[in-house]
């Protein structure tokens, strides 16, 4: 194999793992902004994991880089356990530690929506939900969708951008979807029929209609962002649920590895493609991380709101405990996915 050849295998990898590690950077980032704004001490914030690569002191925090480029933390006194500082975390207010809490999730959000917004601008027209025009090869025509159609909703699920067109289609559970369209200004309810397709061994509805996009103005770019951005945020809610009621089992479930293998594909396809996985992927993991769930960041906020309606701190052994809990399972789940992905690959 040539050095080339090489090169373009390993470079989407590359641009993957940098991209994955900006994400959590920013995460990372969001709560050492906000303890410092807090006046919390920062014992340590560190780049990746592993052994030390580089590291440097300053106002009492150290700065670390380390080997494994793919996570990072923020360690802060008092976090995990009693502190006789009076700048711990643990020692101050409520609403305080809530506020740095929170702070990771919401530099993820922020992140995704600038991405989004950078997305709409960089296109040429602003995409809608009329339906402009059909393929040569079209089916759907046949079961009575029309050009100058505004779709609606698809399968009970309301659509409010063009994404949520594409997330909708890939949800329906056969070839046949019913699609309400507003069509001269009265409502319509279509029982629409389409061409399917495998892509790795999963069939999927083939779109064959072609949407109308509208000349560019800062109005409806920052009205489209704010719908894409919420578009965004809801496929996660969606997939979740999917997950819940059994549609998709383990098996479809994507750990590092599967992420990875994503936007490096990504990579290779085009920017915009990456930048959209990017934007999908930071909201998922602002969105996620304020899941009550234990060992993440929604699981402390969850505690400490009980905390500031009770005036009763959970005991710290309770809580390292049901952390622990969690962090096992969480990374149990990961080695799961992690071994399916894998599997797939090969």
């Not at 690569?53 to 996570?71: C, E, H, I, P, S």
């Not at 990456?274 to 602002?286: D, P, S, Y």
């Not at 309606?309 to 005991?315: A, E, G, N």
């Amino acid at each position: 194999m040539s050095i080339s050849a090489v090169w373009n295998t390993v470079y989407p990898i590359i641009i993957a793992i940098l991209f994955f590690e900006l994400i959590i950077i920013i995460h990372e980032g969001g709560h050492y902004v906000a303890a410092r704004l807090m006046k919390i001490k920062v014992n340590e914030f560190s780049i990746g994991m592993g052994p030390k690569l580089l590291q440097f002191k300053k106002n009492d925090t150290l700065y670390t880089l380390r080997l494994v480029l793919f996570g990072g933390y923020c360690s802060m006194e008092g976090e995990d356990k009693d502190s006789d500082d009076k700048n711990a975390f643990s020692n101050k207010k409520v609403i305080q530690r809530i506020f740095v809490v929170v702070a990771g999730a919401v530099m993820n959000l922020i992140l995704g929506f600038v991405i989004v917004l950078i997305l709409t601008c960089s296109q040429n027209l602003v995409g809608t939900t009329e339906v402009a025009m059909f393929d040569d090869t079209a089916v759907s025509i046949k079961s009575g969708l029309q050009a100058g159609d505004e779709i609606k909703s698809i399968d009970g699920m309301r659509v409010y951008t063009t994404n949520d067109i594409t997330t909708g289609l890939s949800r329906s559970e056969d070839d046949v979807v019913e699609m309400v369209v507003l069509r001269d200004g009265k409502t319509e309810k279509l029982n629409v029929k389409f061409n399917t397709e495998k892509a790795d061994g999963v069939e999927y509805i083939k779109m064959d209609f072609w949407i109308k996009g509208v000349e560019k103005n800062v109005s409806n770019v920052l009205s489209q962002t704010v719908k894409e951005f919420l578009s965004y945020g809801r496929m996660v809610f969606l997939s979740l649920h999917d997950l819940l009621v059994g549609r998709f089992g383990l098996k479809d479930l994507s750990g590092p590895v599967g992420a990875v293998s994503v936007v490096s594909t990504a990579v290779k396809t085009s920017f915009y493609s990456l930048f959209k996985i990017m934007a999908l992927l930071t909201i998922n993991v602002g969105l996620f991380n304020l899941f009550p769930i234990p060992a993440l960041d929604g699981w402390r906020l969850f505690v400490l709101i009980g905390e500031g309606i009770t005036r009763k701190k959970l005991p710290q052994k309770v809580e390292y405990l049901i952390n622990a809990v969690g962090l096992v399972c969480l990374l149990g789940l990961m080695c799961v996915v992690t071994f399916s992905d894998v599997t797939k690959l090969f």
